[in-house]
């Protein structure tokens, strides 16, 4: 007598966004799936981009443009900052 244990295989998604499909409204998928089924385009200013695609893409648009207005966060070098300190003392 053999005996066969079958063990469930859970796989689960290797990336946020594989389910997030499942948890989303209709009218957002509907969005989304024209958003990625559309072509990729070379664009050179993504905020001005999302902007003339708003009436397109409404909800996608508007997250967009809020995170790509966040403004950049700007370091100054060590050298620089060492070197500015010397001209101040």
């Known amino acids: 007598m053999s005996l066969c244990i079958q063990t469930a295989v859970l796989t689960e998604p290797t990336n946020i966004f594989d389910s997030i ?3 989303l409204p209709t009218s957002n ?9 559309a072509d990729v ?5 993504g905020l001005m981009w999302w902007y ?5 893409f409404p ?7 809020d ?7 700007q370091v100054v070098s060590f050298h620089l900052s060492d070197a500015l300190k010397a001209l101040i003392l």
């Open 52 to 56: 003339e695609q708003r009436m397109l």
């Open 29 to 37: 998928t509907d969005e989304l799936h024209r958003y990625l089924a």
């Open 67 to 73: 995170y790509l207005s966040i403004p950049g966060e």
């Open 41 to 45: 385009k070379d664009v050179k200013d």
């Open 21 to 23: 499909m499942d948890i």
């Open 59 to 65: 909800r996608l648009s508007c997250m967009a443009r």
